[in-house]
């Protein structure tokens, strides 16, 4: 196996305020060995704390120069994307190289490439071949498929293999990212099966792994988009999950951690897409990017907001006649719109969990119209009781009582059924469907109320 040693994680230890002043005095002064011995005592993460609340020249002269270079490495790795990219130019090759060496290949991978190609090209050149080979390899894959976020450094042995020499082969595989599973492969390297740790060890010495293994293996494929590997350990509870290339053999594994942080990335692309921002886009994004991502759902609201007005004007004479009714606007429309904000949460975070399938058009609107009638009928008795006793007419009770029933039905049933259409038709759900939603949901309640006016107090 792969001698190339790993960044071990150190302890975490309890929250307390961070040394940053001190770890800048100590800097200041080149004491390298105090540094050392202050940020050991630290986890990864704070140590990456520590660096965010210093200057630039700061962060390089500490990476570029710490004596401990699995540290540094932690360090290093521990930092977001962009603080890296902005590092990379300040620190040598030479120390990059190091610290890249110390990695697990998936880990390089990220780091690496987040570069420039002319300095990928420069740290592929001075890499190990065989690592240099393996990390071009999975660069090759999309980062956001099973190819992109496996490691290579994985235990696997043939099913010719006896449990003692298992054993004896375990304990010497200190490279591999976890040993919680031992993957069985079979001469040409398929993936055969599979044996926990505890069958491995009850089990008798002299028998094979051929006759001990799970032959019924959840895999995927080097191509498999990283929200379905994320819904399969989540449903199942794997801490790794193998990769397997077209012909079967066994390629790496995912692992959970990795999962972990698609998780993340994809609740916060999910939240971000459901108010019509680009996942690409925070606080430090430029000016005339944010107003480009954000520009056509806006003109969304803006043609729904004209269409409103279009409606409003459509009913003049209504309004002209009863002008009470536009007292009740922003109740009406504001409970429709809640009512599918509620709904298009419950359907999106359902889609991107596995726990809502698409093809289910029927029971979702029988479900959301159960849901959004009786929520309609509650606050309805309520709207309308206050019309009544507030202005003394029964009449307008029923028209705006009525009127808040059906838009938070509809509104339900829209909120629930939309993400499922899009999906279905390989549109992203929470891309489409929030300004959408939102828009179509107060043009639908406006004619709905005004409607039902025109028909009861004024026919």
């Given at each position: 196996m792969d001698?190339?040693?790993?960044?071990?994680?150190?302890?975490?230890?309890?929250?307390?305020?961070?040394p940053?002043?001190a770890?800048?005095?100590?800097?200041?002064?080149e004491a390298?060995?105090n540094?050392?011995r202050?940020l050991?005592?630290?986890?990864g993460?704070?140590?990456?704390?520590i660096?965010?609340?210093?200057?630039?020249?700061e962060?390089?002269?500490?990476?570029?120069?710490?004596?401990?270079?699995a540290?540094a490495?932690?360090m290093?790795?521990?930092?977001?994307a962009e603080?890296r990219?902005a590092?990379?130019?300040?620190?040598?090759?030479?120390?990059?190289v190091?610290?890249?060496?110390?990695?697990?290949p998936?880990?390089?991978?990220?780091?690496?490439g987040?570069?420039?190609p002319e300095?990928?090209?420069?740290?592929?050149?001075q890499?190990?071949?065989a690592?240099?080979?393996?990390?071009?390899?999975?660069?090759?894959?999309?980062?956001?498929?099973?190819?992109?976020?496996?490691t290579?450094?994985?235990?696997?042995?043939?099913?010719?293999?006896?449990?003692?020499?298992?054993?004896?082969q375990?304990?010497?595989?200190g490279?591999?990212e976890?040993?919680f599973?031992?993957y069985?492969v079979?001469?040409?390297?398929?993936?055969?099966?599979?044996?926990?740790?505890?069958?491995?060890?009850?089990?008798?010495?002299?028998?094979?792994?051929?006759?001990l293994?799970?032959?019924?293996?959840i895999?995927?494929?080097l191509?498999e988009?990283q929200?379905d590997?994320?819904?399969?350990?989540?449903?199942?509870?794997f801490?790794a999950?193998?990769?397997?290339?077209g012909q079967?053999?066994?390629?790496?594994?995912?692992?959970?951690?990795?999962?972990?942080?698609?998780?993340?990335?994809e609740?916060?692309?999910?939240?971000?897409?459901?108010?019509?921002?680009?996942?690409?886009e925070m606080?430090?994004s430029?000016s005339?990017?944010?107003?480009?991502?954000?520009?056509?759902?806006?003109?969304?609201?803006?043609?729904?907001?004209?269409?409103?007005?279009?409606v409003?004007?459509?009913?003049?004479?209504?309004?002209?006649?009863?002008?009470?009714?536009?007292?009740?606007f922003?109740?009406i429309i504001?409970?429709?719109?809640?009512?599918?904000?509620?709904?298009?949460?419950?359907?999106?975070?359902?889609?991107a969990?596995?726990?809502?399938?698409?093809?289910?058009?029927?029971?979702?609107?029988?479900?959301?119209?159960?849901?959004?009638?009786?929520?309609?009928?509650?606050?309805?008795?309520?709207l309308?009781a206050?019309?009544?006793v507030?202005?003394g007419?029964?009449?307008?009770?029923?028209?705006?009582?009525?009127?808040?029933?059906?838009?938070?039905?509809?509104?339900?049933?829209?909120?629930?059924?939309?993400?499922?259409?899009?999906a279905?038709?390989?549109?992203?759900?929470?891309v489409?469907?929030?300004?959408?939603l939102?828009?179509?949901?107060?043009?639908?309640?406006?004619?709905?109320?005004?409607?039902?006016?025109?028909?009861?107090?004024?026919?």
């Amino acid at each position: 196996m792969d001698e190339t040693p790993t960044v071990q994680p150190r302890e975490v230890v309890p929250h307390r305020a961070l040394p940053v002043e001190a770890t800048r005095r100590l800097l200041r002064r080149e004491a390298y060995s105090n540094l050392v011995r202050l940020l050991a005592k630290l986890h990864g993460s704070e140590c990456a704390e520590i660096l965010h609340n210093m200057t630039l020249s700061e962060q390089s002269k500490l990476l570029e120069r710490l004596p401990d270079m699995a540290l540094a490495t932690t360090m290093f790795t521990y930092l977001d994307a962009e603080t890296r990219a902005a590092l990379v130019p300040h620190l040598s090759t030479a120390r990059l190289v190091t610290m890249v060496k110390l990695l697990p290949p998936d880990d390089a991978t990220d780091i690496l490439g987040e570069m420039p190609p002319e300095r990928l090209a420069e740290m592929l050149h001075q890499l190990p071949e065989a690592l240099a080979a393996q990390i071009d390899r999975l660069l090759s894959y999309d980062p956001r498929t099973a190819g992109g976020l496996m490691t290579t450094h994985y235990f696997s042995l043939e099913d010719t293999c006896t449990i003692s020499e298992a054993l004896q082969q375990l304990r010497r595989a200190g490279q591999a990212e976890t040993v919680f599973y031992v993957y069985v492969v079979d001469s040409e390297h398929r993936l055969a099966g599979v044996v926990s740790l505890r069958q491995l060890v009850m089990a008798d010495p002299e028998s094979r792994l051929r006759g001990l293994m799970e032959t019924e293996v959840i895999r995927v494929s080097l191509d498999e988009p990283q929200e379905d590997i994320a819904r399969l350990i989540t449903r199942f509870d794997f801490l790794a999950l193998p990769v397997v290339d077209g012909q079967g053999r066994m390629m790496g594994i995912v692992t959970v951690d990795d999962i972990i942080d698609v998780i993340g990335e994809e609740a916060t692309e999910d939240i971000l897409r459901l108010a019509g921002v680009h996942p690409d886009e925070m606080l430090d994004s430029s000016s005339r990017r944010t107003i480009r991502h954000r520009l056509p759902w806006l003109f969304v609201s803006w043609l729904g907001g004209l269409l409103a007005s279009y409606v409003i004007n459509a009913y003049e004479v209504t309004l002209q006649s009863l002008v009470v009714l536009a007292v009740f606007f922003p109740v009406i429309i504001g409970m429709g719109g809640n009512a599918a904000t509620q709904s298009l949460a419950v359907a999106v975070r359902g889609l991107a969990t596995g726990s809502v399938d698409p093809s289910r058009f029927l029971h979702a609107l029988l479900r959301e119209g159960r849901v959004g009638l009786s929520l309609g009928v509650i606050y309805g008795v309520l709207l309308g009781a206050v019309a009544f006793v507030w202005q003394g007419t029964p009449m307008l009770g029923l028209v705006v009582g009525s009127a808040i029933c059906a838009s938070m039905t509809v509104a339900a049933v829209l909120g629930g059924l939309l993400p499922l259409a899009f999906a279905r038709i390989g549109i992203d759900p929470a891309v489409a469907s929030g300004p959408f939603l939102t828009t179509a949901i107060d043009i639908i309640g406006l004619v709905m109320y005004l409607f039902a006016a025109q028909f009861f107090l004024l026919a």
